[in-house]
């Protein structure tokens, strides 16, 4: 699924915006979100103009890294490659993205993101793509911001985990895909997520295929009204075409999370 475009920012490589988790908390398990921290200082910065394979850890010290050539549009267009690309098993660590960023990162298969940053997304900030129920996609500390429209797209089979982590203008922060011409059944976890105004929805999944969303955690800043919806369900499909919305809040089943998990300011 995509939402309309909207003209991309091109660079920020000056004053990094304020979102709201610090690399110290964000990397703290179970801390508490705060609201006022800064975003982390790049450490250089390289430009990538072809994807970047990956396979066992890669730790890129706080480097910016941001699109040129066929990565450098800073488009929504669904067929970009992405800058980075991970084997089954890999592990990416202290990485900012900087804009332009294509694709974002590619998952083939398990994964685990470590205080990555996206300072303005692109097509999407990260895609899992594995193709085992027993597939784990770990996002762990860091944050992304100016999603026209996802922030993480599962589009292959498992469970992906993100906890402390920052969002702010979005549109989905993680979508189960409603329309991929293979389906499955997906499960999403997230705890200790800080949600920034403004925002769509966090968790979009299928209920026909059996996906869940539990929420832990979450604090929502700025969202006076409440329009943010934590968890919409889907009948998705495998054919192409736009999924039906299936309600959305709370049900135990597809939906998990109460009132007390979230938390507004």
Not at 173 to 199: A, M, P
Request: neutral net charge; hydrophobic residues 30%; proline residues 3%.
């Amino acid at each position: 699924m995509t939402s309309a475009k909207r003209p991309r920012a091109r660079a920020l490589t000056g004053a990094l915006a304020t979102l709201g988790l610090s690399i110290g908390m964000v990397m703290t398990t179970g801390a508490s979100p705060a609201s006022a921290a800064t975003w982390p200082t790049a450490n250089g910065s390289q430009g990538v103009s072809s994807t970047i394979s990956v396979s066992g850890t890669k730790d890129y010290g706080m480097k910016r890294l941001y699109g040129t050539g066929d990565l450098g549009s800073g488009s929504q267009d669904e067929d970009q490659g992405p800058i980075l690309e991970l084997a089954d098993g890999a592990v990416l660590k202290n990485v900012i993205l900087g804009a332009p960023a294509a694709d974002g990162v590619h998952c083939k298969g398990s994964c685990t993101l470590q205080n990555v940053w996206w300072e303005d997304v692109g097509e999407d900030a990260a895609t899992f793509k594995g193709k085992s129920s027993g597939s784990v996609y770990t996002v762990s500390g860091g944050g992304a911001k100016e999603a026209s429209d996802k922030v993480f797209q599962f589009n292959g089979a498992g469970t992906l985990n993100v906890s402390n982590f920052a969002v702010k203008n979005f549109g989905t922060f993680v979508r189960s895909c409603g329309n991929c011409s293979t389906q499955y059944k997906r499960t999403i976890n997230l705890n200790t997520i800080e949600v920034n105004w403004k925002g769509s929805r966090l968790a979009g999944i299928n209920t026909n295929y059996g996906d869940s969303a539990t929420l832990r955690n979450i604090t929502i800043i700025g969202d006076s009204g409440k329009k943010i919806v934590p968890c919409q369900k889907y009948i998705g499909n495998d054919d192409g075409d736009e999924p039906d919305s299936n309600g959305s809040g709370p049900d135990g089943t597809y939906c998990k999370y109460s009132s007390s998990d979230i938390t507004y300011r």
